[in-house]
């Protein structure tokens, strides 16, 4: 599902009108509003439609990666997700691959406890928190002199016709 889903994503992020929509809500709401979009109901449209995305992860974790629920059962994986966000540099086939390696990257420390080995599962558990750290560290020197690749408008609050 999750293949066929990263190809939906980029066809309609970069290949139909609504998502050139979506790319000029992200860099400029005023110019996209000029252009005759109706920014807010938009925006609020794809609020939605990331909030399902999101229901349907929490939805996976809870029936499939653990029977019951447990108190702090996602211990930080929201915090791998914005980085892989930001490793992804916001492109959905880059952000699939990104996530395949860190599901592996916990998975790892699974088969090493199967081996037998003597490394407490304290330190295997933590094995993609650290990785996430020094490929985020990796990232900012590497890119410190080129653009971040996000959206503009990202998290900026859009009124009509307001001038900063």
Not at 31 to 58: E, H, K, N, P, W
Not at 129 to 145: H, K, Q
């Amino acid at each position: 599902f999750s293949f066929l889903l990263v190809i939906v994503l980029h066809l309609f992020i970069h290949r139909t009108s609504w998502g050139l929509h979506l790319r000029a809500m992200g860099d400029n709401p005023a110019t996209a509003d000029v252009m005759g979009i109706q920014v807010q109901a938009f925006r609020y449209g794809y609020i939605i439609a990331g909030s399902v995305l999101i229901g349907l992860a929490g939805a996976d974790l809870l029936l499939v990666y653990s029977p019951t629920w447990t108190e702090g059962m996602t211990t930080g994986r929201g915090w791998i997700a914005v980085a892989l966000v930001i490793f992804a540099r916001w492109n959905p086939i880059r952000a699939l691959l990104c996530a395949y390696f860190f599901g592996a990257l916990d998975m790892l420390g699974f088969r090493i406890q199967l081996i037998g080995s003597e490394i407490p599962s304290y330190f295997l558990k933590m094995i993609p928190y650290v990785v996430t750290i020094l490929i985020l560290m990796f990232l900012g020197w590497r890119n410190r002199n080129k653009p971040s690749g996000s959206p503009e408008a990202l998290g900026v609050p859009y009124i009509r016709e307001q001038r900063f």
